[in-house]
Nanobody, 115 residues
Framework: QVQLVESGGGLVQPGGSLRLSCAAS????????MGWYRQAPGKQRELVARITSAGSTNYRDSVKGRFTISMDNAKNTVYLQMNSLKPEDTAVYYC?????????WGKGTLVTVSS
């Protein structure tokens, strides 16, 4: 079992920045990759960014150049640095971790971009 706890969401003005954190615990040795997804009201959940255990990353096109995903192995934590935030980034952001056997999800943290 893997437990994921997100933090760092909140209200920010357009153009502002936030950093989300996802702390993993439990059977973290088996994690192959971790990522951030988001779900806006009335929309499907979508991948925002992903990082593998080897450090490879990928991003959805709309956040490239603005968001950065990183991993601190010593703290078992994945971060999502979000800069130049736009109102369309407003969503609940979920942390995801995948092992060979299954995927795990956190409960989510709300990010609201509004003036």
């Amino acid at each position: 079992q893997v437990q994921l706890v997100e933090s760092g969401g909140g209200l920010v003005q357009p153009g502002g920045s936030l950093r989300l954190s996802c702390a993993a615990s439990g059977s973290i040795f088996f994690i192959n990759d971790m990522g951030w997804y988001r779900q806006a009201p009335g929309k499907q959940r979508e991948l925002v960014a992903r990082i593998t255990s080897a450090g490879s990353t990928n991003y959805r096109d709309s956040v490239k150049g603005r968001f950065t995903i990183s991993m601190d192995n010593a703290k078992n934590t994945v971060y999502l640095q979000m800069n130049s935030l736009k109102p369309e980034d407003t969503a609940v952001y979920y942390c995801n971790a995948n092992t060979q056997f299954r995927g795990y999800w956190g409960k989510g943290t709300l990010v609201t971009v509004s003036s």
